[in-house]
């Protein structure tokens, strides 16, 4: 019960991820903050934290007002920083907001520990984006860094502010790589967050899949509470402190054969491929997927959620509750 009666506070906390690990930290005993602009375009949505809305603390404000920010992590003894710009194609079209959120921020946040509070321990959800197209898989931390677009670089600079806090004012840090999650919670209006979460939509409104490509690629997933398994062991560890992990899956699967999973699964719909829009294949990465071995050596890190178990938990999580995570027509 590491978390029993501790102060942590979650950016990003009405989001899929940060509302996940802010309902294990409840169960922890945990005394919980979430910080969530609630900006529409974002994953941010009450119903995520429905069941626990009596058990946690919710200040909605900007991670870019570094006035909020010097407040509350004040007296905290754990920060999950997960507030970001999630979107590659938004990142592209307005390239400055991600720049103000998924980098200037951080710097802020930091500043802001440095100056208030430099015992806290920090966990930044970093991504799989900033390797861009791979020259070899699965990739490893070793792997070069060749971000395809604006938000891996920011995503980048965002994780690196983190690391050199922990090196250079021994405020601990540490960074995981996430790839691609998903879960209950996920956004699934559109495709702004993952494809996946716009595939789920779709099966559920008895709407054709579309696939990009030939459906060939390969990716990892990994469910929603191995990724919240990750996040606390970082917290925990010393041994985190200063490092980067990648997060991954041992299964990989082709788009293809992810598409036909979902249709079983749902027991409706289809799907479809069709030609890469140009601005997509602009910013694609090909075939992904991680080696995850050091955090689970370092860490004892081990995702334990099949991906068939894990995508009919999802699935009949939005049967459940999809209005109030979209309206028909949106
Ligand atoms: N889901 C994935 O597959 C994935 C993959 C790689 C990295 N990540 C990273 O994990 C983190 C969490 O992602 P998620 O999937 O839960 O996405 P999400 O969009 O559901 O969560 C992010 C949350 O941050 C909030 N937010 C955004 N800008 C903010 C701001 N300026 N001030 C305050 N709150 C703000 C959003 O409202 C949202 O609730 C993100 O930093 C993302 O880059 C996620």
Same mark, same amino acid.
């Given at each position: 019960?590491?978390?029993?009666?501790?102060?942590?506070?979650?950016?990003?906390?009405?989001?899929?991820?940060?509302?996940?690990?802010?309902?294990?930290? #409840?169960?922890?005993?945990?005394? #919980?903050?979430?910080?969530?602009?609630?900006?529409?375009?974002?994953?941010?949505?009450?119903?995520?934290?429905?069941?626990? =809305?009596?058990?946690?603390?919710?200040?909605?404000?900007?991670?870019?007002?570094?006035?909020?920010? $010097?407040?509350?992590?004040?007296?905290?003894?754990?920060?999950?920083?997960?507030?970001?710009?999630?979107?590659?194609?938004?990142?592209?079209?307005?390239?400055?907001?991600?720049?103000?959120?998924?980098?200037?921020?951080?710097?802020?946040?930091? !500043?802001?520990?440095?100056?208030?509070?430099?015992?806290?321990?920090?966990?930044?959800?970093?991504?799989?984006?900033?390797? *861009?197209?791979?020259?070899?898989?699965?990739?490893?931390?070793?792997?070069?860094?060749?971000?395809?677009?604006?938000?891996?670089?920011?995503?980048? $600079?965002?994780?690196?502010?983190?690391?050199? &806090?922990?090196?250079?004012?021994?405020?601990?840090?540490?960074?995981?790589?996430?790839?691609?999650?998903?879960?209950?919670?996920?956004?699934?209006?559109?495709?702004?967050?993952?494809?996946?979460?716009?595939?789920? =939509?779709? #099966?559920?409104?008895?709407?054709?899949?579309?696939?990009? *490509?030939?459906?060939?690629?390969?990716?990892?997933?990994?469910?929603?509470?191995?990724?919240?398994?990750?996040?606390?062991?970082?917290?925990?560890? !010393?041994?985190?402190?200063?490092?980067?992990?990648?997060?991954?899956?041992? !299964?990989?699967?082709?788009?293809?054969?992810?598409?036909?999973?979902?249709?079983?699964?749902? *027991?409706?719909?289809?799907?479809?491929?069709?030609?890469?829009?140009?601005?997509?294949?602009?910013?694609?990465?090909?075939?992904?997927?991680?080696?995850?071995?050091?955090?689970?050596? !370092?860490?004892?890190?081990?995702?334990?959620?099949?991906?068939?178990?894990?995508?009919?938990?999802?699935?009949? &999580?939005? =049967?459940?509750?999809?209005?109030? &995570?979209?309206?028909?027509?949106?």
């Amino acid at each position: 019960m590491i978390f029993h009666g501790k102060r942590v506070l979650i950016t990003g906390g009405l989001g899929f991820i940060g509302s996940s690990l802010a309902r294990r930290l #409840v169960q922890e005993r945990a005394s #919980v903050t979430l910080v969530d602009s609630l900006i529409p375009t974002y994953g941010g949505n009450l119903h995520n934290i429905a069941d626990i =809305r009596d058990q946690v603390t919710i200040n909605i404000s900007d991670v870019r007002d570094p006035h909020s920010i $010097a407040y509350l992590v004040k007296d905290k003894d754990f920060l999950f920083n997960l507030a970001g710009q999630t979107s590659h194609l938004d990142s592209m079209q307005d390239p400055h907001a991600d720049l103000e959120i998924n980098a200037a921020a951080q710097l802020s946040i930091l !500043e802001a520990c440095r100056r208030a509070n430099p015992g806290i321990k920090l966990v930044f959800a970093s991504t799989r984006q900033l390797y *861009g197209r791979p020259d070899y898989l699965p990739v490893d931390e070793k792997h070069p860094i060749r971000p395809v677009d604006v938000n891996g670089i920011n995503k980048l $600079a965002g994780e690196w502010y983190h690391l050199l &806090y922990n090196n250079v004012h021994g405020i601990r840090s540490c960074a995981l790589r996430l790839t691609n999650t998903y879960g209950p919670g996920m956004r699934v209006k559109d495709a702004r967050q993952t494809f996946l979460g716009i595939w789920i =939509r779709l #099966v559920l409104e008895g709407k054709p899949l579309r696939i990009f *490509g030939d459906g060939k690629q390969l990716r990892d997933f990994n469910y929603v509470d191995d990724c919240v398994d990750a996040l606390l062991l970082a917290a925990t560890n !010393e041994a985190a402190n200063g490092k980067v992990y990648n997060l991954g899956s041992r !299964e990989v699967i082709n788009l293809h054969d992810l598409a036909a999973l979902v249709v079983k699964l749902a *027991g409706a719909g289809s799907f479809e491929l069709v030609p890469f829009p140009p601005e997509r294949k602009a910013i694609d990465i090909g075939d992904y997927y991680s080696d995850s071995t050091l955090i689970e050596r !370092e860490l004892g890190w081990v995702p334990r959620r099949s991906l068939e178990q894990g995508l009919a938990t999802t699935l009949e &999580y939005y =049967r459940i509750h999809r209005d109030h &995570y979209w309206s028909p027509g949106e």
